[in-house]
């Protein structure tokens, strides 16, 4: 499974962005999808995840703001980030699960690249 994330750029505090994560390969081996990030000399941390079935979980510091979504005839995950905040600076990762997955990233089976966001004030 190849996982391409795209979307991340610079925002102003208040503003939104629109993280997209397209997956191929072996896909049908695929329940969960989700977006980790990180920020420098910390670990990478769960932001939101999706079920292939649709089942949602949030991040406490994202819930209210963020929403994921997946589209399973694409193959495609979305993260759509508003009300951002500094604190979400971050490099964005999209990853995947034939199983399950854990907050600091246990379970994950692929990762897609980071991709920079960044919140100004």
Known sequence: ?????????????????????????????I????????TPGNQRELVASI??????????????????????????VDLQMNSLKPEDTAVYYCAASRLSIRRNGFGVDYWGQGTQVTVSS
Do not use: E, P
């Open 1 to 29: 499974v190849q996982l391409q994330a795209s979307g991340g750029g610079l925002v102003q505090v208040g503003g939104s962005l629109r993280l997209s994560c397209a997956a191929s390969g072996s896909i049908l081996s």
């Open 31 to 38: 329940n969960v999808m989700a977006w980790y990030r990180q």
């Open 51 to 76: 079920t292939s079935g649709g089942l949602t979980n949030y991040a406490d510091s994202v819930k209210g703001r963020f929403t994921i979504s997946r589209d399973n005839a694409k193959n495609t």
